[in-house]
């Protein structure tokens, strides 16, 4: 062994130890279905295939024996394809040399897809991936278990999270562990004029303003015993956080147009897709209100972060309507290259229109051309490379020794990119959490903050 190949395993073994984090890889999609099992990345590499010599054997009549070879070192990760006969695929895109750089989003190889890992710790705890009327992942389900168990403390809970990631879903899961015997009743504070927000909530008196011809209870009134979901509650006006404080505090309302106070028992689950605390910290939002919720505040994980969910979700999304269609790798891997700013609904819905599309091509089996090109992306655009695929940053050519300088720059430029574009996808992301999210050390990602001139 050379020096250089020694230095090289040394660091590559400082990389991983750093902060305990265990990267690894997921087989999320093998031979037309999901699956789900973790292989952790050690010091040596993962050579994938189908035969003898390969460390993680899989049964893919399109893998050759020896397909393709996975590592991390100094430089990140390294994905090399060993001379197969199908080609590997690294974020929708053919290797046509070694990737060497960030932790890349999707790798193919034959009807195999794999996806590298930054942290398999998440990966570690329950799930019910392969239950039939759920598709709910290690971080997924872990969430709901701290929404039942504020349900069943007699908490009200806050729930974080981006449109389409599942808040109905947490609303259902804290009425139910409530066990009370009313019922859920659910109000979108974004969707209803301010001037008619209070007496959705509150009710009205019978003439309390035009158009008020008859009297009529409000939410609260209606949910009497049970759960009263409120999303988007950082959009409520500040005249109405008053008011929801009072009844909060007083377990009462009064009517629109009434002088009555009437006495109410109810629980109460808020979602949002804004950082309540800083909004109340900069006197966006009441203080006193937000602190009704900040014992039980549960994140929900964009779909972009739970890729061990996305081949079970697009099963889930053709049954069982098109649940004879074949699914083929590459429907797969362009699913998990895409952003999905609409998380789980958005996925769902572009499932379902490129099934039609099939259909309606007279195809028996779906692949990544009948997925639409601006699915999945913000804005409704895709950035594309000349082939039509996502783009991703390409890979780089690694030649040591001569060329080691040059590629370590090119690396390292490839790393700062994706640690910022990390930040800008996630607000509320953190040093650990970037560092995890692309497998490279706390330091690194500081490194980079520095280098680039970010706080």
């Known amino acids: 062994m050379s020096g250089s190949d020694s230095t090289t395993k040394e660091q590559a073994a400082s990389v991983r130890a750093v902060g305990n984090v265990q990267a690894g890889v997921l087989l999320g999609f093998l031979a037309g279905k999901p699956t789900f099992q973790v292989t952790p990345l050690g010091a040596a590499r993962i050579v994938v295939g189908r035969g003898a010599g390969s460390t993680l054997v899989l049964q893919d009549e399109r893998l050759s024996r020896q397909h393709a070879a996975i590592s991390r070192d100094a430089l990140g990760w390294r994905i090399e394809d060993l001379g197969s006969r199908n080609g590997t695929y690294v974020n929708a895109r053919r290797l046509d040399a070694p990737w060497v750089g960030p932790m890349p989003r999707s790798i193919r190889l034959g009807q195999t897809v794999l996806v590298p890992i930054g942290d398999i710790a998440p990966l570690t705890q329950p799930h019910r991936l392969f239950d039939a009327n759920a598709v709910l992942g290690p971080q997924t389900l872990g969430a709901h278990d701290r929404v039942a168990d504020a349900a069943r ?243 780089v050519a690694a030649t040591r020794p001569d060329g080691e300088t040059t590629a370590r720059a090119l690396a390292r430029q490839k790393r700062e990119e994706a640690i910022l574009a990390a930040f800008e996808r996630d607000p509320n992301a953190n040093a650990s959490s970037v560092a995890a999210l692309l497998g490279v050390s706390v330091a690194t990602v500081y490194r980079a903050l520095d280098r680039r001139g970010k706080p």
């Open 153 to 395: 403390a007699g908490h009200n809970v806050l729930v974080i999270g981006e449109t389409g990631v599942g808040k109905e879903l947490a609303a259902e899961i804290f009425h139910a562990a409530s066990a009370r015997p009313g019922p859920l009743r659910s109000l979108n504070c974004a969707a209803v004029a301010e001037h008619l927000l209070e007496s959705e909530l509150f009710g009205h008196a019978r003439g309390a303003f035009s158009g008020a011809a008859q009297a009529r209870a409000g939410l609260f009134e209606s949910a009497h015993g049970g759960t009263l979901f409120l999303d988007e509650l950082g959009e409520m006006p500040a005249s109405m956080q008053a008011k929801l404080l009072r009844t909060i505090q007083e377990k009462e309302v009064r009517r629109v147009g009434e002088n009555e106070v009437r006495r109410v028992d109810v629980r109460l689950i808020a979602a949002t897709n804004r950082e309540l605390a800083e909004l109340a910290r900069t006197g966006q939002f009441r203080q006193d209100l937000y602190y009704r919720f900040a014992h039980s505040v549960v994140h929900l994980v964009p779909l972009r972060h739970r890729p061990e969910e996305v081949a079970f979700l697009v099963a889930h999304a053709l049954r069982p309507r098109h649940a004879d269609l074949q699914v083929d790798s590459s429907f797969v891997d362009q699913c998990l290259v895409r952003e999905w700013p609409g998380n789980v609904r958005e996925l769902l819905a572009a499932v379902q229109v490129a099934a039609s599309a099939t259909r309606r091509a007279g195809l028996a089996t779906i692949s990544g051309s009948h997925l639409a090109p601006e699915a999945g992306h913000a804005g409704g655009r895709a950035e594309t490379s000349p082939s039509g695929v996502s783009s991703a940053p390409p890979p």
